[in-house]
T-cell receptor, first 110, second 117 residues
């Protein structure tokens, strides 16, 4: 079993839709949870970072962590064509390295 | 521009050959991480260096090796290349060994696309 599982999609939504991206994990020691966005032919860039359980909002993006269910989510409101990218969840324990999901490819159709 | 520089951007080579990928971390970052990204495996952690010393090893093959030099740039050496080694290779850097800022402070370069024919 992989430590981090993510549905690879692809996911296509119309412009303005609410997008929900999810990951599950098996290691209960993970404390730091991140979402990275990767545009085609580019390196991943940090989008959202959350410590432990709870919600974090940044503009149109909301990250949720439910440690009891080992489940994290990223919501994108009012999705835009410029949001079309691959979204990777990532997580880690204290000083160890990041474990990534395989990424979900999102396309927002104008 | 993320501040992490990777060269070359593209590399095409034959099976059995050896290549070297180079990474210059963001200014001030001491830690360098190498990741391999293929279509079916996602981002796989290979190895980490912190201030010149190997810090952690992931799923790195014995045919692969890396080092970090005194000026903090890093090189990833891939030898006896096989078709399955074709992938995107990313370098990331951070200030601290654990990622910095509590966790999330990895900055990725744009990657080197390696094609083995």
């Amino acid at each position: 079993q992989k430590e981090v599982e993510q549905d690879p999609g692809p996911l296509s939504v119309p412009e303005g839709a609410i997008v929900s991206l999810n990951c599950t994990y098996s290691n209960s020691a993970f404390q730091y949870f991140m979402w990275y966005r990767q545009y085609s032919r580019k390196g991943p860039e940090l989008l959202m970072y959350t410590y432990s359980s709870g919600n974090k909002e940044d503009g149109r993006f909301t990250a949720q962590v439910d440690k009891s269910s080992k489940y994290i989510s990223l919501f994108i409101r009012d999705s835009q064509p410029s949001d079309s990218a691959t979204y990777l969840c990532a997580m880690k324990t204290g000083a160890n390295n990041l474990f990534f999901g395989t990424g979900t490819r999102l396309t927002v159709i104008p | 521009d993320s501040g992490v520089t990777q060269t070359p951007k593209h590399l095409i080579t034959a099976t059995g050959q050896r290549v070297t990928l180079r990474c210059s971390p963001r200014s001030g970052d001491l830690s360098v991480y190498w990741y391999q990204q293929s279509l079916d495996q996602g981002l796989q952690f290979l190895i980490q260096y912190y201030n010149g010393e190997e810090r952690a090893k992931g799923n790195i093959l014995e045919r692969f090796s890396a080092q970090q030099f005194p000026d903090l740039h890093s090189e990833l050496n891939l030898s006896s290349l096989e078709l399955g080694d074709s992938a995107l290779y990313f370098c990331a850097s951070s200030v601290f060994a654990g990622g910095g800022q509590g966790a999330g402070g990895y900055t990725f370069g744009s990657g080197t696309r390696l094609t083995v024919v």
